[in-house]
């Protein structure tokens, strides 16, 4: 059977060279010989399940050694019930306004002015506003215009 292991570690930088633990973390998935596509926002890594499940244990120590403060892991099957590819990565700005409102305890639309401020700034530090057409689904999902979220964003950078 083959898996896919998809991993994150924080804390994120929104722009530049990636931080060392990412790499740290690709690198020891390399080594183990398992498939990797590393992107801004996480790693994904395929293999055999015997050698990811094998691997893991590293990945997660690589990381944390390299500076992380948090690994966060998902495992799936790499073929579906009909043995087609899975889906490469889940939604990763989906995945983070979800870790965001889990964190502050309510969905961003909820939140009164001061917490959607807070939401926008952990969203950027986490590197959400690298990815295309993020500002628009931020904005849609705290119910305000692109211009406020824009304006959350540089009074973040003052």
Known sequence: MRLEAEFTSE???GEGSPPEHALAARDAAAEAGLETDFGPLGTL???EAKELYEALPAIAKAA???GAT???LQLRRADDD???PAVELNDALARLIADVERELGAKLG???RAGKQRAVRLLRERGAFGLRKSVSSVADALGVTRFTVYNYLNREAD
């Open 110 to 112: 909820e939140l009164d």
């Open 45 to 47: 890594a395929r293999g």
């Open 70 to 72: 948090r690994v966060t």
């Open 82 to 84: 009909r043995g087609a």
């Open 64 to 66: 944390l050694e390299g």
């Open 11 to 13: 804390p994120f930088h």
